[in-house]
Nanobody, 115 residues
Framework: QVQLVESGGGLVQPGGSLRLSCAASGNIFSIYTMGWYRQAPGAQRELVAAITSSGGTNYTDSVKGRFAISRDNAKKTVYLQMDSLKPEDTAVYYC?????????WGQGTQVTVSS
């Protein structure tokens, strides 16, 4: 059973930066496309960034040019560098496989952008 543990969230002012990490258990992490999802209060969970096993990346329009996803397959870890943060980026951030299929969600990490 895979387990995902997200970390790195916090409270940051608009324009600030955060770096999220997601550590995965399991032996075949490296073959999967991984992504960062977020869920704001009262909204559906959305995929904001994805990275393929070979390092190709894709982003939703609202974060293009501000967020960067990366991975370290040896460490079974996915990262999300978030710069120029906006209040609308406030959400709980989760990582998971893309598509998720039956992988469980981790506990997520709260990101709050506020002055």
């Amino acid at each position: 059973q895979v387990q995902l543990v997200e970390s790195g969230g916090g409270l940051v002012q608009p324009g600030g930066s955060l770096r999220l990490s997601c550590a995965a258990s399991g032996n075949i992490f490296s073959i999967y496309t991984m992504g960062w999802y977020r869920q704001a209060p009262g909204a559906q969970r959305e995929l904001v960034a994805a990275i393929t096993s070979s390092g190709g990346t894709n982003y939703t329009d609202s974060v293009k040019g501000r967020f960067a996803i990366s991975r370290d397959n040896a460490k079974k870890t996915v990262y999300l560098q978030m710069d120029s943060l906006k209040p609308e980026d406030t959400a709980v951030y989760y990582c998971n496989k893309v598509p998720r299929n039956r992988w469980p969600w981790g506990q997520g990490t709260q990101v709050t952008v506020s002055s």
